[in-house]
């Protein structure tokens, strides 16, 4: 009995996107002992690997990613003539640079820490117009982001008493600020007025 041929059994895909069919194309292209013959024959396969992944036309220069690609499924083990520079194991397994985080602690999760430093930024800001415009917009944030966590609605004075301590006594809200209705006082307001007009409408009705 024929034994049967399973993808466990067989070489690592060293590109899986590829899939064995041109991994194989590589290999019989490195295979080849005449030079001259593998470059006419790797121009065929670099073309279907192109046909294959259109997404990569996305990419700036993508013709170079496919030569890149040549070399990385063939485990770098094949003579050609690139019309780029021939990369190295090393060279594309370098590790990108860590991007570095933020290790001071989120003072509210609730706002978390995008707010936080938007509140650091204002408060280096000397006073003017302009300052108060965004302590104001903030203030209007900061109270949509309260009442996702807190459903009952929250008084002004809860909010720039927030902003105050979470800037570390740097940022006063000016007298005259208001951040207005938030998303359950509107909610209500709607409610009301429309409670109203029903009361209306049935003392209209006894009228007449």
């Known amino acids: 009995m024929e034994e049967l041929d399973y993808n466990t059994q067989r070489e690592k895909l060293h590109m899986p996107e590829y899939g064995r069919h041109v991994q194989k194309m590589i290999e019989y292209v490195a295979s080849l002992?005449?030079?001259?013959?593998?470059?006419?024959?790797i121009q065929s396969v670099v073309q279907v690997m192109g046909t294959l992944n259109p997404q990569l036309r996305d990419i700036n220069d993508f013709k170079?990613?496919?030569?890149?690609?040549v070399h990385i499924i063939s485990d770098f083990n094949i003579d050609i003539?690139?019309?780029?520079a021939t990369p190295?194991?090393?060279?594309?397994?370098?590790?990108p640079n860590p991007i570095p985080l933020q290790?001071?602690?989120v003072k509210a999760a609730h706002y978390g820490r995008n707010i936080q430093n938007m509140l650091e930024v204002i408060a280096q800001r000397e006073d003017d117009e302009v300052k108060t415009h965004m302590i104001k917009?903030?203030?209007?944030y900061m109270k949509q982001q309260y009442l996702i966590w807190n459903k009952d609605s929250v008084s002004e004075e809860t909010i720039f008493n927030d902003i105050y301590k979470l800037s570390d006594g740097?940022?006063?809200v000016p007298e005259g600020v208001h951040i207005?209705?938030?998303i359950n006082n509107g909610n209500n307001q709607q409610k009301n007025h429309k409670n109203n007009g029903q009361k209306n409408n049935r003392k209209w009705q006894r009228k007449a």
């Open 103 to 105: 290790k001071s602690p």
């Open 64 to 69: 170079h990613k496919l030569w890149d690609h």
């Open 81 to 84: 003539d690139s019309p780029y």
């Open 88 to 95: 190295t194991r090393e060279s594309l397994a370098t590790a």
């Open 180 to 182: 207005g209705m938030g």
């Open 137 to 140: 917009t903030l203030a209007s």
């Open 33 to 41: 002992p005449d030079k001259e013959k593998r470059n006419e024959q």
């Open 170 to 172: 740097r940022i006063t």
